[in-house]
Nanobody, 115 residues
Framework: QVRLVESGGGLVQPGGSLRLSCAASGSFFSINSMGWYRQAPGKERTFVAAVSWTVGTTNYADSVKGRFTLSRDMTKKTVYLQMNSLTVEDTAVYYC????????WGQGTQVTVSS
């Protein structure tokens, strides 16, 4: 069984920063990629960022390029999403995922950007 545990969400003012973490644990052979999606109220879940686990190549949604940075710690099987220059449009539940190649999801963590 694979488990993804997210942390780091919260309330922040516009222009502020947050860092999300997602740690993978359980029984699996390898990780293909890990990353984040988000879902705003009343909207579909959309891609935010991903990292190819072995190579380290990252991809970002256009809406977060230049503001968000995704990194990984291969030893800890953890990814970190550093979010800077947050705007109210970034308010959403952020879901971590891992492809092993079966895709697993975390439980989600709320990020609220508000003054």
């Amino acid at each position: 069984q694979v488990r993804l545990v997210e942390s780091g969400g919260g309330l922040v003012q516009p222009g502020g920063s947050l860092r999300l973490s997602c740690a993978a644990s359980g029984s699996f052979f390898s990780i293909n990629s890990m990353g984040w999606y988000r879902q705003a109220p009343g909207k579909e879940r959309t891609f935010v960022a991903a990292v190819s686990w072995t190579v380290g190549t990252t991809n970002y949604a256009d809406s977060v390029k230049g503001r968000f940075t995704l990194s990984r710690d291969m030893t800890k099987k953890t990814v970190y999403l550093q979010m800077n220059s947050l705007t109210v449009e970034d308010t959403a539940v952020y879901y971590c995922y891992a492809r092993m190649p079966t895709q697993y999801w975390g439980q989600g963590t709320q990020v609220t950007v508000s003054s």
